[in-house]
């Protein structure tokens, strides 16, 4: 019980800095980094549901975050308005989600980051090569950010806004997911798929479904992302894209809620705001992501946590042995 | 200086005397900002690396003042992704608050934020092909002083057909938007001109081994290549060791044939014959200053990405020039950077078409080894080349962009 004390505080404090957050950093462009480390989070999020949970590492990521994107933006393009685009990149991305969870859980494991990968790469050649329908490497723009209640998100506040609830509703619905029923499922099809089967479970369908809220969520950070940057190129969807994603699930802690989230932290704040200062700055995003994973092989947000605990018990002993503590 | 003072305070005095005192005193201390945008990580990396090599060296000439202002350099790091170009331009305007951004590198970079840095009204001055930027989707803030991607290849279709007297041309580039255009422009020119494209390759951007594409290479009269980054030393070489050089001749573009990839060139580039809108050969005194800088500071020859660099430099002190002590103003600097008129750059005589692109000197070269050194000697200038050619400007801005569909390629064998 004791424990409970401090972790409601720090969700408050936390809480009460996302949500201040414009009021005291006064300069737009770190509101603008603020929204992307939260929109990349919605996608880490999203993965560590395959990653973390389900014990499925997927490499295609990239390509149901384009999905969505391309969808909103060629839509919007043709003339449609928000409302349509955005439920339609929804509804198409579940659908390619869909195929990619048919023909990936055939198998686990290696084989199925390869299928991943593969599917992934397909959907990003499609972007690529098919220049009448998504204008090629010369990208997509989105001239408008919608409005919502009348609030237009065109400035940099508003939009931060915008993302934080939809962030609050990923962090939300992720911590439903785990609770659940389904969620201790999708567990058991992790650990001991066989047993399931065994248990009468049907360990193709959970992880399937597993899936596609996975795409759902991917989708979602793709839509931010798009309206975010107001322009998207195939470039979004290729390789790279979906293996940062993983890194950010891996580096944070796979299956755990703040994991993912303090990946995407690192990797924006590198990204965009260390590179202003640093030259190599991906030589140190790659030793940061070493210490990581010599240090705390298990994430830097259970790593952290084990060594705060240790070290808090270490305490302990010693003031229960009468030590004085310098 | 005591003229730009007196200009700034005539101004002032109109203001009430009172509110403009602050702002006169800011003026004077703060620095013209000016933002780089460029790659210095991944592949575009050495384009990236000699776009600032090349600034530097204009501002470094300058001694960091131009027309009476303190310059400030940022140089920021798009990583070579439209995504990274955002983020960065954003840095650079809200956070750093440029009067100007120079750069970005790639056109994929410039498409992703040109919407952006005109909501923002912060003029930039790029050396990013992509053609609709000066043409369908032209923007009041946005001036570049390089060229289009068909730009030279236009000039290089009409020397292949009147001057070579080629009459089938195959052609090769990446595949990719800037190896469209380009092809594109080169066989509009070459075909209007009664010469026949019959055979149009695409090998992607990073293809280990050229050798498939070459071999379907076959009764043509010339090869026209588009490559960019180190992609010609690689496919130059392949075209050399087949042996299919000596028998049918290679034209080039400007990223394919730039003086800075000469040194990482062999005899496998004599004899190729490219169209750039910079050659270091250039006789102007700016030329001799530059070419002697970037020899000095980086001990290497300049190729276009420094040079665009350097101009884009030039460009911005016109404009401050133009503007006297109203330079901080952004609307009215994008203004003036279009009205910027320059008769010595490295690249010869500048101005800007009321769509922000560049009307300048086109050179044909031909590379020769002089003293044991590859040298690409100018053997005919285009001079005051528009990004519409001689094509009436209504009739081109009608037709769709340069594309691998358009224009269609009706004689393909």
């Not at chain 2, 991944?42 to 690396?49: E, S, T």
């Not at chain 2, 790029?126 to 000039?155: G, L, M």
């Not at chain 2, 002590?325 to 320059?342: F, I, N, Q, T, W």
């Not at chain 2, 009436?392 to 064998?413: C, H, I, Q, T, W």
């Amino acid at each position: 019980m004791s424990a409970r004390g401090p972790r409601f505080f720090a969700i408050g404090v936390a809480i009460a800095i996302l949500l201040t957050l414009p009021l005291w950093i006064a300069n737009s462009y770190y509101v603008n980094i603020a929204s992307q480390i939260l929109l990349w989070a919605v996608a880490a999020l999203a993965l560590n549901v395959l990653v973390g949970y389900g014990g499925l590492v997927s490499l295609g990521h990239a390509a149901l975050f384009g999905a969505a994107g391309y969808t909103a933006a060629l839509l919007l393009k043709a003339g449609h308005g928000h409302l349509v685009a955005d439920l339609a990149a929804i509804g198409f991305t579940l659908f390619v989600s869909a195929i990619f969870a048919i023909l990936s859980l055939r198998s686990t494991g290696i084989a199925f980051l390869m299928i991943t990968l593969a599917l992934g790469q397909i959907l990003w050649g499609i972007a690529y090569r098919w220049v009448s329908l998504t204008q090629g490497d010369n990208g997509v723009n989105v001239t408008t950010r919608p409005r919502f209640f009348g609030i237009s998100l065109a400035t940099a506040d508003a939009f931060y806004y915008a993302v934080l609830i939809v962030f609050a509703l990923a962090v939300i619905s992720m911590a439903i997911f785990v609770r659940s029923p389904f969620g201790a499922s999708l567990r058991g099809t992790r650990d001991q798929a066989r047993r399931m089967n065994a248990l009468g479970y049907n360990v193709w369908l959970i992880r399937f479904l597993a899936f596609l809220f996975s795409g759902f969520w991917t989708g979602i950070a793709g839509l931010l992302f798009v309206y975010y940057n107001q322009f998207i190129s195939p470039q979004v969807m290729a390789l790279q894209t979906s293996a940062e994603i993983l890194l950010m699930v891996i580096s944070g802690g796979t299956a755990t809620l703040l994991g993912p989230i303090a990946g995407a932290a690192i990797v924006v704040v590198m990204k965009n705001v260390a590179s202003a200062y640093i030259e190599r700055w991906n030589l140190v995003l790659g030793v940061i992501f070493v210490l990581i994973i010599s240090f705390m092989p298990d994430g830097l947000i259970p790593g952290t946590a084990r060594i705060w605990r240790s070290g808090w018990q270490t305490l302990r002993a010693r003031a229960a042995r009468g030590v004085r503590v310098s | 200086m005591k003229v730009q003072r007196r200009t700034v305070l005539k101004g002032l005095l109109a203001a009430s005397a009172a509110v403009a005192a602050p702002p006169f005193l800011r003026a004077q201390a703060a620095p013209f900002k000016i933002g780089l945008l460029t790659v210095k990580t991944g592949p575009l990396a050495q384009g990236g690396n000699q776009m600032e090599q090349g600034i530097l060296t204009f501002l470094t000439e300058k001694n960091k003042t131009l027309a009476g202002r303190a310059i400030e350099l940022i140089v920021a790091d798009t990583g070579g992704n439209p995504a990274g170009a955002k983020t960065k331009a954003s840095e650079l305007i809200e956070r750093d608050k440029v009067n100007v951004i120079l750069g970005p590198l790639a056109a994929f970079e410039l498409l992703a934020i040109t919407d952006y840095v005109r909501d923002n009204a912060t003029p930039l001055i790029s050396i990013a092909a992509a053609e609709d930027v000066t043409q369908r989707k032209a923007n009041p803030f946005v001036i570049r002083p390089s060229a289009t991607s068909a730009q030279c290849c236009h000039a290089m279709g009409d020397f292949a057909s009147k001057e070579l007297k080629f009459k089938r041309a195959a052609t090769i580039s990446e595949d990719f938007a800037f190896g469209y255009e380009q092809m594109a422009g080169f066989q509009r020119v070459f075909e209007d001109n009664g010469g026949k494209v019959v055979k149009k390759l695409w090998p992607p951007f990073v293809t280990p081994d050229y050798t498939p594409y070459i071999a379907q290479i076959s009764n043509v009269d010339c090869v026209f290549n588009g490559f960019a980054g180190s992609n010609p030393v690689k496919f130059m070489r392949a075209y050399a060791d087949l042996g299919v050089k000596d028998k049918i001749p290679l034209l080039a573009g400007w990223t394919a044939m730039d003086d800075a990839l000469l040194k990482s060139l062999g005899d496998e580039a004599v004899g190729v014959i490219s169209a750039a809108w910079y050659s270091s050969e250039a006789n102007t005194p700016s030329n001799k200053r530059f070419v002697e800088g970037m020899q000095k500071a980086y001990g290497v020859l300049p190729g276009g990405y420094s040079a665009g660099m350097y101009v884009a430099g030039q460009c911005v002190e016109a404009a401050i020039q133009i503007l006297g002590g109203k330079a901080d103003d952004r609307k009215a600097l994008a203004e003036a950077l279009h009205k910027v008129s320059l008769t010595d750059t490295p690249r010869g005589p500048v101005k800007f078409d009321q769509y922000g692109n560049v009307v300048g000197d086109v050179f044909i070269r031909k590379c020769e080894k002089k003293d044991g050194k590859l040298v690409n000697t100018v053997i005919k200038t285009y001079p005051n080349v528009s990004q519409f050619w001689s094509y009436d400007e209504k009739a081109f801005l009608g037709n769709p962009v340069y594309s691998r569909d358009y224009p269609p390629a009706k004689n393909l064998e």
